[in-house]
């Protein structure tokens, strides 16, 4: 059984860092995508960075790029969101996700974390 849990989120100011992880276990994920994904208060839930856990190819939403930084411990079966110059837009619950797929995928993940409040303050 796959078990995905976040921690790492916080109240930070505007222009300010987060570093998000994800904890993997239940499963080998080197044939898995790995995703994070965000949820802000009356909005959808939208893509945000995924890796390809065995050659850590990534992927960003334009929102994020060159802000976020996706990347993976395969000694700590851990996938981690650093995250720099946040703005306001970025307040979020914040979800890891996992896909069995050995290609980096934005949608249709089969495996879900609990979320991580991210806050950003003006």
């Known amino acids: 059984q796959v078990q995905l849990v976040e921690s790492g989120g916080g109240l930070v100011q505007t222009g300010g860092s987060l570093r998000l992880s994800c904890a993997a276990s239940?499963?080998?994920?080197?044939?898995?995508?790995m995703g994070w994904f965000r949820q802000a208060p009356g909005k959808e839930r939208e893509f945000v960075a995924a890796i390809r856990w065995s050659y850590g190819s990534t992927y960003y939403a334009d929102s994020v790029k060159g802000r976020f930084t996706i990347s993976r411990d395969n000694a700590k079966n851990t996938v981690y969101l650093q995250m720099n110059s946040l703005k306001p837009e970025d307040t979020a619950v914040y979800y890891c996700?996992?896909?069995?797929?050995?290609?980096?995928?934005?949608?249709?993940?089969?495996?879900w974390g609990q979320g991580t409040q991210v806050t950003v303050s003006s």
């Open positions: 996700a996992a896909k069995h797929m050995s290609v980096v995928v934005t949608t249709g993940y089969d495996y």
């Open positions: 239940g499963r080998t994920f080197s044939s898995y995508a």
